[in-house]
């Protein structure tokens, strides 16, 4: 929901990703990272289960590991991206294939755009994002000011939410 109003939120140049691959897209996602691991290697990293596991060991970079995507991984990133803990997501998954976390995976990829990051959930869009100039620099993500939204009240006296939203701006 939108409040017509915009806030800022710095996005640094060594950005916090997280990766996260369904089971039939996990070579391929390890593959993309083995060719861009030297750029990998300046950022923060974050995966879910075993994602994270084998990311790790293939590329010999630290990967902060969540929990697997069923088991709770896709909602601990979508509470990181609300948090402005990820900067940038990169999610294989897999068109194709019946998910039994589905819902999971739709509140992810709806938090990503709440919040504005990045998501590639292709090869080609990771490449292109990973290789935009703004990867390695320092940007101001604008997103909506949700403040009002948090903090509306019900019948003019009853306050919904006591939490702020981020207060990275």
């Known amino acids: 929901m939108s409040t017509g109003t915009q806030k800022t939120i710095a996005m640094r ?3 916090k990703i ?3 691959a ?3 897209k996990k070579a391929d ?3 993309w990272a083995r060719f861009n691991r030297g750029t990998l290697a300046r950022h923060r990293l974050f995966a879910t289960g075993t994602t994270g596991r084998i990311l790790e060991a293939e590329l010999g970079l630290p990967v902060q590991r969540l ?3 069923p088991l709770g991984g896709d909602q601990q990133i979508g509470s990181m991206i609300a948090k402005g803990e990820i900067d940038f997501l990169i999610f294989f998954w897999d068109p194709l294939a019946p998910l039994p976390h589905d819902p999971d995976i739709k509140a992810l990829l709806r938090l990503a755009v709440v ?3 990045p998501v590639a959930c292709s090869w080609a869009t990771a490449d292109f994002v990973i290789s935009s100039s703004l990867m390695n620099a320092d ?3 604008i997103v909506p000011d949700y403040e009002g939204y948090v903090t509306r009240t019900i019948d003019g006296s009853e306050t919904l939410a006591t939490t702020k939203p981020l207060a990275n701006s």
């Open 67 to 69: 929990l697997s995507g």
């Open 22 to 24: 369904h089971d039939h």
């Open 18 to 20: 997280a990766l996260v």
């Open 115 to 117: 919040w504005n990051i």
């Open 139 to 141: 940007y101001q993500r």
């Open 29 to 31: 996602l390890v593959e």
């Open 13 to 15: 140049s060594a950005k």
